[in-house]
């Protein structure tokens, strides 16, 4: 199956974040994660958003834990070196990844990976427009009924079809949202 790290920047925002987890609960692919990935995003939200409680907080976190089955990289001493990183608070996001055996991190922070330095460790770093739009091509219906199942949970919020494909685009997903408008039906 394929794996996945999510960076806690991907985490941060709510909309992606339940729009990966519809599509985690079919199975299309395995999140991993670190609980110190866990603790950068918790802690930013709480820094930023006044508005939410620590209880509602870490529910959210309970409950991505409880469907991102085998989620946790238990990072071990590394015996060869990994090269570092341009910006050094994410190398520990490159060592999860090697840890995990992931084909992929999911970040909105691309210039701290760079390709070269990916490439010699066999980890691509993408987007989450480029990662949903990939997984997009390998698993159609399985993305789609994601998407759907992610439209009907956000209806009783009066979010409609045009509203969510705003909402695509609004959170950068547009080679996604092309990829998926017929789901929309707009």
Known sequence: MLRAVINANIFYSAFQRDLLWNLVAL??????WTVEIETEWTCNLLANRPDLSEQRVNRTKLLLRKHGWDWQILRKPT???????????????????IHAAAEFI?????K???AAVMSEVHVKAVTLDEFLTYIERIKPNDVRQGVQTHLTTLQPYQITAPAYSAMLIKNKLVM????VMDVLEI
């Not at 015996?79 to 990844?97: F, S």
């Not at 999911?106 to 691309?110: D, K, Q």
Request: no cysteine; proline share 11%.
């Open 27 to 32: 199975r299309v692919f395995q999140p991993k």
């Open 79 to 97: 015996i060869n070196l990994i090269p570092e990183l341009p910006d050094l608070n994410d190398q520990h996001v490159l060592e999860a990844a």
């Open 106 to 110: 999911v970040t909105s922070n691309i």
């Open 112 to 114: 701290d990976f760079p």
């Open 176 to 179: 996604f949202h092309a990829s």
